[in-house]
T-cell receptor
Framework: GQQVMQIPQYQHVQEGEDFTTYCNSSTTLSNIQWYKQRPGGHPVFLIQLVKSGEVKKQKRLTFQFGEAKKNSSLHITATQTTDVGTYFCAGAGGGNKLTFGTGTQLKVEL | GAVVSQHPSWVICKSGTSVKIECRSLDFQATTMFWYRQFPKQSLMLMATSNEGSKATYEQGVEKDKFLINHASLTLSTLTVTSAHPEDSSFYIC?????????????FGDGTRLSIL
């Protein structure tokens, strides 16, 4: 079945440093979505990418969808303590369901 | 908009008890709801897809007789963990998708932490 891997698994940064998480799917995706889950919370939708090579920005967050529609990345510029949480990509393979990535847990230290 | 309510938030019960978890879309209709299970520090694993008015579709390895799903209306899906045992302890999360929008984001409930003693 479809597998979606993310690296790194964990990332500790100092506040103000940049952060990137990478997402790779074993199959071509129709779209990819990104979610953030705070400790003890539920996943919250961040963004969806549909087009090959698409890049979208949300303030300090930049999302990219690969040309082959099999990989994606999330980059955070100048991290803040509010960015703490686990970031999941989730791939849609054309069917009804999403396959969530393994997640990257981000910790931001002052 | 697009609020999903999940109840209860926490359940602690004895082994052998059956536990029902409700997932409601409060301000939209959801023909499809999804049930996930998440172990500590792990990803969300899809258990089943719940379709209004029809049988749920279970993922491979998920026992349908153990995890009963009912989606009786466009705003409510329930998951019943029957005869729960300690290994069923986990974080269960539901999500719902807007009716007629298969390619749209899922909106998640707050989740239910289930602890079986």
């Amino acid at each position: 079945g479809q597998q979606v891997m993310q690296i790194p698994q964990y990332q500790h940064v100092q506040e103000g440093e940049d952060f990137t998480t990478y997402c790779n799917s074993s199959t071509t995706l129709s779209n990819i979505q990104w979610y953030k889950q705070r400790p003890g919370g539920h996943p919250v939708f961040l963004i969806q990418l549909v087009k090959s090579g698409e890049v979208k920005k949300q303030k300090r967050l930049t999302f990219q969808f690969g040309e082959a529609k099999k990989n994606s990345s999330l980059h955070i510029t100048a991290t803040q303590t509010t960015d703490v949480g686990t970031y999941f990509c989730a791939g849609a393979g054309g069917g009804n369901k999403l396959t969530f990535g393994t997640g990257t847990q981000l910790k931001v230290e002052l | 908009g697009a609020v999903v309510s999940q109840h209860p938030s926490w359940v602690i019960c004895k082994s052998g008890t059956s536990v029902k978890i409700e997932c409601r879309s409060l301000d939209f209709q959801a023909t499809t709801m999804f049930w996930y299970r998440q172990f500590p520090k792990q990803s969300l694993m899809l258990m089943a897809t719940s379709n209004e008015g029809s049988k749920a579709t279970y993922e491979q390895g998920v026992e349908k007789d153990k995890f009963l799903i009912n989606h009786a209306s466009l705003t409510l899906s329930t998951l019943t963990v029957t005869s729960a045992h300690p290994e069923d302890s986990s974080f269960y999360i539901c999500s719902a998708r807007l009716r007629g929008s298969w390619n749209q984001p899922q909106h998640f409930g707050d989740g239910t932490r289930l602890s079986i003693l």
